[in-house]
């Protein structure tokens, strides 16, 4: 990439960062160019689609959740391990508004941009979850991918109700009831 590009990038990024965390996943590209200088066209041609944007955005996200499951990969109480993950998510889902409900389109659509997102972290999760399984902390039937649409549920409840702050940490002990044998 030409340094020019590069830069555009980087500004791109940057101004969707900010604009996603004050207005949400469906915050107006337009506006997105305009704060980092550059036209609508500069912005689709680094990013196609919103998603494509959006999976950037969220790439530093996704490599703290993932280094995240494989700190947790080791400890002594697996489904603990699995708890405070599925935890990290929410809170990940919950850090832009409509982030939750785009992320659970893309486990339906596996074209979509946001799927390259959540396929590493599917198999991240299925290590915990597995490991759980097999200490017997974890029924047998529960998947990981209910499980993220539960998370992303979770994120999107919270969402709706964002002055009662320990809501996803609610919904999510009273599913978690539900895992256990």
């Known amino acids: 990439m030409r340094a020019d590009a590069r830069r555009n990038h980087e500004?791109?990024?940057i101004e969707a960062r900010a604009a996603?965390?004050?207005h949400g996943a469906d915050a107006p590209l337009e506006e997105v160019a305009r704060r980092a200088g550059v036209g609508i066209g500069t912005l689709y041609r680094h990013f196609p689609t919103r998603a494509d944007l959006l999976n950037a955005v969220f790439q530093e996200a996704l490599?703290?959740?993932?280094?995240?499951?494989?700190e947790l990969a080791d400890t002594d109480e697996p489904c603990?391990?699995?708890?405070?993950?599925?935890?990290?998510?929410?809170?990940?889902?919950?850090?832009?508004r409509g982030l939750a409900h785009a992320l659970m389109s893309a486990s339906y659509d596996r074209s979509s941009a946001l799927a390259?997102?959540?396929?590493?972290?599917?198999?991240a999760g299925e290590r915990l979850l597995e490991r759980a399984r097999k200490a017997g902390q974890v029924r047998a039937d529960v998947s990981i991918g209910?499980?993220?649409?539960?998370?992303?549920a979770i994120a999107l409840a919270a969402e709706q109700c964002p002055e009662d702050v320990e809501l996803a940490d609610r919904l999510l002990a009273l599913t978690l009831r539900g895992l256990k044998d």
């Open 146 to 152: 209910d499980l993220m649409q539960l998370t992303n």
């Open 20 to 22: 996603f965390a004050a």
């Open 11 to 13: 500004r791109l990024l």
């Open 63 to 70: 490599a703290e959740l993932l280094d995240r499951s494989r």
């Open 116 to 123: 390259r997102c959540s396929d590493p972290l599917r198999a």
């Open 80 to 96: 603990r391990a699995l708890v405070e993950w599925l935890r990290a998510l929410i809170a990940h889902a919950g850090e832009y």
